[in-house]
């Protein structure tokens, strides 16, 4: 494992970070305990020392606490979570909410704490107005918080403007090899980093897609550089390249993952991909943008649907009817879409356009629009009778 030197704190962090949004769970939604100690006994144990959650990811502060307790293993590594920020109303609030999440985490403290998904400067000035800049110095005086940040999904303009209004110590952003101009983007890591910032990376991968949703045409242009190493490889190491990224997060829920990023992390220092490698990836990301049309990562925050609709699942069928072929796209749309309930109409065509999801999607996706689309795509004109018989069959 490597290390490198977060700037403000000197704490030294593993360039792997492991994220907990995607701990494993079990048919009822629920955290699967002994898969998740495993994996966390596994990820100490070969160098990872910064472990990413948040209230907001059901179920997954508390099975960290649980496992770091049992353990004792609190002080081996850096704990980051997150405030979720709309909840808060009221000064009371922060502490109300600080509170909880300290419990949960069966600590007394927070390394790393951030803004979950602060995104704007006028969700930052409501939060100043009801007095989070000395709710943060009292924590930070009183050691319950040691290092403040902010994870971020907004317009790059916007994030510039967060950096500068405040003294962060840190911040989160989503950024890979096909969102470099999206979010926060390269401008935006190199600001944080010119800033003196620690930057933590989320979606590396983009909810999977560029591990094992890579098309075809993309995974052979990487096996032609390197047939050693897997797609998720060189979308982590593309990172490790970059001496302003401080620590890359994955959400890892199985074992072989953990393994192969790992692997992956064992000689990954700055400046390690050569110029063809790099010119291999700008092919990739050619091949990528021809075939997947909607941006979704999969996060599931527009959900629940009051129609039933699973959105996200919508979204990865039809990219995978562009990336794979129309028919295995119909396939996943058939089995995790329209078959899914059988006693609710859960395509596309169920939407009502209440735009209860778009404001929640932090990547901006246009959800209404994008679902017209997928109910062109996937919903021929033969496709309601045979959902009917599908269902009939599983009811
Ligand atoms: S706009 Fe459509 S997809 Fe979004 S929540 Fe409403 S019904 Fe569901
Ligand atoms: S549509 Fe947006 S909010 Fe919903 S799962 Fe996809 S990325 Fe997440």
Known sequence: MQYRID???????????????????????????????????EAVE????????????????????????????????YIATKLPIKKCRTYD??????????????????????MHALSDMTEWKRLCGLGV????????????????????HGSH??????LDAYDWDFTQIQYNYVNTHYQAGTAGLLRAAEKGLAVIIMEPL???????????????ILKKLNPRLTPAAWSLRWLWDQPEVTVVLSGMNEAEQLQENIAAA??????????????????????????????????????????????????????????????????????????????????????????????????HIPIINSMEAVRQRMEPFWYKPVIKIVRKFMS
């Open 93 to 114: 609030d922060f502490d109300r909410l600080f509170n909880e999440q300290l419990k949960h985490l069966q600590t007394g403290y927070i390394d790393y704490f951030l």
């Open 157 to 162: 303009d916007e994030f510039g403007m967060l």
């Open 266 to 363: 064992a000689d990954a220092v700055p400046g390690l991909l050569t110029a063809a490698e790099h010119e291999g990836i700008k092919s990739v990301v050619e091949v990528f943008r021809e075939s997947y049309k909607i941006p979704c990562t999969g996060c599931n925050y527009c959900m629940p649907c009051p129609q039933g609709i699973n959105i996200p699942a919508c979204f990865s069928s039809y990219n995978m009817s562009y990336a794979v072929s129309w028919f295995s796209g119909l396939q996943q749309y058939i089995t995790s879409v329209g078959a899914a309930d059988p006693h609710k109409e859960a395509g596309a065509s169920a939407c009502i356009k209440c735009r209860k999801c778009e404001p929640l999607c932090p990547q």
């Open 46 to 77: 070969k160098g990872i020392n910064y472990f990413d959650t948040a209230y907001l990811y059901f179920g997954s502060e508390e099975a960290l606490g649980e496992v770091l307790n049992k353990h004792k293993l609190r002080e081996s590594v």
């Open 7 to 41: 700037p403000k704190s000197k704490n030294k962090l593993s360039i792997l970070g492991f994220g907990c949004m995607r701990f494993p769970r079990n048919l009822a939604a629920r955290i699967d305990m002994a898969k998740t100690e495993q994996l966390v006994l």
């Open 206 to 220: 983009l909810g999977g897609k560029l591990a094992s949703g890579l098309p075809a045409g993309a995974v052979e």
């Open 133 to 152: 800049e000395k709710w943060i110095a009292e924590k930070k005086s009183s050691g319950q918080i040691r290092q403040i940040g902010f994870s971020y």
